[in-house]
C-alpha cells in the first residue's frame, strides 16, 4: 500500500508509459494538469526518457520549467535549463558504433548529443520522420566528422521492430550499455550509465533518498531506475522481463497521480 506521504518525486518514462499506447507522440488532454496538481502540493516530478532534451520539452510545454529531466536514457540530467550530468561515449567507440550500424542491414542510425541528434539517413523518410512525427531537434549530415559536440548516445532505428539483438550485445556489451527502448530501439551509451545512475545524481542534488521516490516505466531500459527506487510500478502491458520483476502494475501514468493526489 503506497503512502503518499512518503513520497517526494515521481519519474515516468515516456514512450510506452506516459506516451501510451506506444507509438503516442502526445500527452493526454489533461495529464500536464494533473502533474501540475502534484508539484502545486509540493511534489516533484521526473520526465525520465531515451528521448532528447529539446523533444521533451515540446510534449510538457505547459510545465516544461516547472519539471526535471533525464534525457537519452540517463546520459543527461538536466533541472533549471542547466546540465546536472552529462555522461559522453568514448568518440572512436561512437565512431564505430555508428559505422556497424550504417554498414549493416537496413537500420538507420541516430546519434544524440545533448542539444542536437544527428541522423545519416539511409530512407529520407526517416529524417521526416524524426523531424516531422516524433519533433526531435535533427538536422541531416553526411559525415560522422560533422558533429563537434560530445557523443552521448548511438542509436539502431529499425521500422516494424528490432530482430534479435543478441549480436549488438556480444559485440559491444562490455564496453558500452546496449540497451532496448520500445520495440523498434536499440540504444548504446557509455558503460554503466542508464536511467539509474542518472536518478542517484538527481537525487544527490536534491538531498532526496530513493525509498522517497516512485518509478513508472515498461521497458528494459527502464528497469535500473525501477529497481532502485522505493516504488516502482510496470504498465500493465509493459515487457514479461518487467513484469517479472515489478509485480506491481497500472494501465496509466495519469492513474497513479491521481491515486497520489488524493
Known amino acids: 500500500m503506497i503512502n503518499p506521504r512518503n513520497i517526494r518525486l515521481i519519474a515516468s518514462d515516456l514512450d510506452g508509459t506516459l506516451l501510451h499506447p506506444l507509438g503516442t507522440q502526445a500527452l493526454k488532454e489533461g495529464t500536464c494538469d494533473l502533474i501540475r496538481r502534484w508539484i502545486d502540493k509540493g511534489g516533484l516530478f521526473v520526465a525520465a526518457s531515451g528521448r532528447q532534451y529539446a523533444n521533451l520539452r515540446l510534449i510538457f510545454e505547459p510545465i516544461k520549467d516547472d519539471i526535471l529531466y533525464i534525457c537519452e536514457n540517463g546520459c ?138 516512485m518509478a513508472i516505466g515498461d521497458n528494459e531500459n527502464d528497469a535500473p531506475m525501477l529497481a532502485m527506487v522505493g516504488y516502482p510500478i510496470a504498465m500493465s502491458d509493459a515487457t514479461p522481463e518487467i513484469l517479472r520483476q515489478f509485480p506491481n502494475t497500472t494501465g496509466s501514468v495519469e492513474a497513479v497521480i491521481r491515486e497520489m493526489l488524493k
Not at 539511409?122 to 549530415?141: G, L, Q
Open 76 to 213: 543527461l540530467v538536466i533541472k533549471d535549463g542547466k546540465i546536472l550530468l552529462e555522461a559522453a561515449l568514448e568518440r572512436n567507440l561512437a565512431e564505430k558504433l555508428s559505422l556497424d550500424i550504417l554498414e549493416n542491414g537496413d537500420g538507420e542510425l541516430l546519434i544524440s548529443t545533448a542539444w542536437t541528434q544527428f541522423v545519416i539517413p539511409k530512407n529520407e523518410r526517416f529524417f521526416y520522420h524524426m523531424r516531422d512525427t516524433v519533433r526531435v531537434h535533427v538536422e541531416k549530415i553526411s559525415d560522422f566528422s560533422e558533429i563537434k559536440d560530445p557523443i552521448l548516445k548511438v542509436s539502431m532505428f529499425k521500422e516494424g521492430g528490432l530482430s534479435d539483438v543478441t549480436p549488438w550485445r556480444e559485440r559491444y556489451g562490455s564496453i558500452c550499455t546496449v540497451q532496448t527502448s520500445g520495440f523498434d530501439w536499440l540504444d548504446m551509451t557509455p558503460k554503466d550509465v542508464n536511467k539509474a545512475t542518472a536518478m542517484e545524481a538527481l537525487l544527490s542534488h536534491l538531498g532526496i533518498t530513493p525509498s522517497e521516490c
